[in-house]
């Protein structure tokens, strides 16, 4: 069984008992979550497509912690002008446990 599920403006295709790196979210570690944006739900076959959402579904997870992502190096330089400059980035992600894909 698995779900499409919209967090954050993103859409993850998710399991039972699977981590998701999702944007950074608000709540604390341990903190239990419910996603109702769910897009398609899939049990063994039988396929439920929304409309944009499914009806009564939920998926509910559990914040596991707070990490930030590789560093992304940006790098500008306009040639025979002697301009340079380098900028570092690191995006904030929040790590989810998947825990149950439910549909009324």
Do not use: C, W
């Amino acid at each position: 069984m698995y779900a499409i599920v919209d967090i954050a403006g993103k859409q993850f295709k998710v399991t039972q008992d699977q981590f998701v790196f999702a944007p950074k979210m608000q709540g604390e570690e341990g903190a239990s979550v419910e996603f109702d944006q769910v897009l398609l739900i899939d049990n063994d076959g039988q396929v439920d497509v929304g409309t944009p959402t499914v009806k009564g579904a939920k998926v509910s997870g559990k914040i596991l912690e707070h990490v930030k992502g590789d560093k992304v190096i940006v790098f500008k330089k306009k040639r025979r002008k002697g301009y340079r400059v380098k900028n570092g980035h690191r995006q904030e992600y929040t790590k989810v446990l998947i825990e149950k894909i439910a549909k009324k």
